[in-house]
């Protein structure tokens, strides 16, 4: 086995304990939601959020399954939700889609939980992302490189 092989297999075996951690840290940030109450999450967050559980569902599944696509799905899902929770969380108030904990009120109910939970997802999210496109980057080696030795 080469060294490109191994490397391709390394960066494979690490998306399912990043796919493991992703979801764990969808499921936190969810809870905390729970936690939250329904009432006080934006229409466009909520419907931007179960959007995004969706998607960690497939694509934690396409992971699973040992899909070629799951490595395209990864670094999808993982970056825009990355973003998105960021936008969403991160930011002072700015629009309908922001559930600000910058400048919560009170009847948001943003404790040190919220915020545990949003930065352990936005890096969760990150994480997923950049292995997606690692294992992306490493096959796209791997293939040119085979067709060299084909030439």
Known sequence: M?????????????????????GAAVALHGADHLRRGMDVIPPAVMVAGMIQIALA?????????????APHAA???????AAGFT????????????????????????TWFSWVTAVIEIIADTVFGL?????????????????????
């Open 2 to 22: 080469g060294q490109r092989q191994v490397s391709q297999t390394r960066w494979d075996a690490g998306l399912r304990p990043a796919a493991v951690v992703f």
């Open 57 to 69: 569902v497939i694509t934690i599944t396409l992971v699973f399954l040992g899909s070629r696509w």
């Open 75 to 81: 670094a999808v899902v993982g970056l825009v939700s």
């Open 87 to 110: 936008v969403a969380h991160l930011l002072p108030t700015w629009g309908f889609f922001s559930d600000s904990f910058i400048n919560a009120p009170p009847a948001a109910r943003v």
């Open 131 to 151: 292995v997606g496109i690692a294992i992306l980057r490493s096959r796209a080696r791997s293939r040119a490189v085979h067709t060299l030795e084909s030439a």
